[in-house]
């Protein structure tokens, strides 16, 4: 680990454009000495991409492509071996030796600047206290985001239960490239993030000059996600409720259209020049981090598997349209070139729509709702519901339900609608909920004649360390999957 740490040190410096001001030595290196240098740090745009799209790929959202597939992207024996690996279910190593991880190595990455910056910001000499607290405030809701991301990935799902002896991922806290690491616990890992949420929300600001800073809206949004995924239902309510006090926008899809021809294929009926706006620019983004590939592309690749157009069709009015669906992927046909491909009764994920993979209103409307229809608050929770829906669906009409049951399971199936094919929140999704008996599920993928099983809580739900990783530490311990 502390080979891998001493390379991504010094790419990190070199990738960032840093080294104007970090001078790499052999022992460490030289700390920024003012405030702009760690303010420049947390600025730079190397750190505002996040998740890796494939994850994607070993969930019940997605259906390969075909061999010999008439959209070349989609060709399945074209897809990089990762890919069919994920998707296949294969069990050991996902990555073959010696090629990266972008999802697991870009993280820390991102969390050297941010040591960096928590480490050593409040010795500078040139700033109010004020000034440098609420910077490391920034770092902290980083860093904390990083390893909420990848203990969900590349670790089992939180339980209360086993936390405490569950494979984590290496903690790191310093920006010496020297410290030894080793792989802590589930319950350690969330706890630092609690630790850095907490310490991080008193110094946060109301407002921030765009969303890639994090505000106090950030703030609540992250513990109540941090609360949903330990099952603290209570605790991500009240945390929630907060944040929507402060943030509250939602954008009206039913004002978008598809029109051929229009660069970004999505645009508003009104006006074909206007088009559906980037994450950073999106009303409805809180906190702003892009989707990164990371070898991890699903663009084109995809179809919507017969499971997720379902969940799209159900609780859907008569003659009403999900505008989700309809915008974001294409359904029957494509044209990426030359000439249009016809894929007739399938839907190609193709949106061409970059979306915010960091904090969203869409998600605490979510989180809202799962968590009132969770301590049984049913009404509240469709209230919810139907304010996001109403901004999704054409021809909506309001939910009805009998019960909190009812309503918790659609709480978790339009967050499904709203979150497919995002980063790895379905990921994160299949294994929480395979916890629950009423949601366990067992994800079956099909190519051609071939079908692959996935079962609940089957270790293959959790990414292996890369082999990188595991080159430099072959005694680090490891999932059998």
Not at 92 to 103: L, R
Not at 267 to 296: H, M, Q, Y
Not at 447 to 468: Q, V
């Amino acid at each position: 680990m502390k080979k891998i740490f001493t390379i991504l040190s010094l790419s990190i410096l070199i990738i960032s454009g840093c080294k104007d001001y970090l001078d790499v030595k052999p022992k460490g290196y030289t700390i920024p000495e003012f405030y702009e240098d760690y303010e420049k740090l947390l600025n730079n745009s190397a750190l505002y991409g996040t998740t890796a799209a494939y994850p994607t790929y070993l969930t019940d959202d997605a259906q390969s492509g075909e061999i010999k597939d008439v959209n070349n992207s989609a060709d399945y024996p074209s897809y990089a071996l990762f890919k069919r690996n994920l998707y296949e279910f294969k069990p050991g190593a996902v990555f073959e030796p010696g090629k990266e991880d972008g999802f697991y190595e870009g993280a820390y990455e991102h969390i050297f600047v941010y040591n960096t910056v928590i480490n050593n910001i409040e010795k500078v000499k040139d700033r109010p206290m004020a000034d440098r607290m609420q910077l490391k405030a920034e770092a902290q809701i980083g860093r904390a985001f990083e390893y909420l991301t990848i203990v969900n990935a590349y670790a089992a799902h939180y339980d209360a239960a086993t936390a405490a002896t569950d494979l984590g991922v290496p903690l790191v806290l310093t920006e010496d490239v020297n410290v030894k690491y080793k792989r802590n616990t589930v319950a350690e890992v969330y706890a630092q993030i609690q630790k850095d949420l907490d310490e991080a929300l008193p110094y946060l600001s109301v407002k921030a000059p765009n969303n890639f800073h994090p505000t106090k809206s950030v703030g609540y949004a992250f513990l109540s996600r941090m609360y949903l995924y330990m099952g603290k239902y209570n605790e991500a309510l009240q945390n929630v409720n907060e944040a929507l006090k402060l943030n509250s926008s939602l954008i009206d899809y039913k004002l978008y259209t598809n029109k051929a021809g229009t660069y970004g294929r999505v645009c508003t009926i009104a006006d074909s020049k206007v088009l559906f706006p980037a994450a950073d620019k999106n009303g409805e983004s809180i906190w702003t981090r892009i989707g990164s590939g990371s070898g991890g592309h699903v663009f084109t690749e995809l179809y919507i598997s017969a499971d997720l157009l379902n969940v799209y069709q159900k609780d859907l009015p008569v003659n009403a349209k999900d505008k989700r669906l309809n915008l974001f992927f294409c359904n029957g046909e494509a044209n990426f070139g030359s000439k249009p491909v016809y894929f007739p009764n399938r839907r190609l994920w193709a949106p061409y729509v970059e979306f915010n993979l960091g904090f969203s209103t869409p998600e605490l409307y979510l989180i809202a709702a799962e968590c009132e229809a969770r301590v049984g608050n049913k009404d509240i929770a469709l209230q919810h519901l139907d304010k996001l829906r109403n901004m999704r669906i054409e021809g909506n009409q309001p939910l009805v339900a009998a019960n909190s049951e009812q309503v918790l399971l659609m709480a978790l199936e339009e967050r499904r609608r709203e979150n497919a094919f995002q980063g790895n929140a379905r990921l994160i999704d299949l294994k929480r909920l395979n916890k629950d008996p009423r949601f366990a599920k067992t994800v079956v993928h099909k190519n051609g004649a071939e079908t692959y099983t996935l079962p609940a809580n089957d270790k293959r739900y959790i990414l292996p360390l890369p082999p990188k990783v595991l080159e430099f530490n072959p005694s680090i311990p490891v999932y059998d999957r």
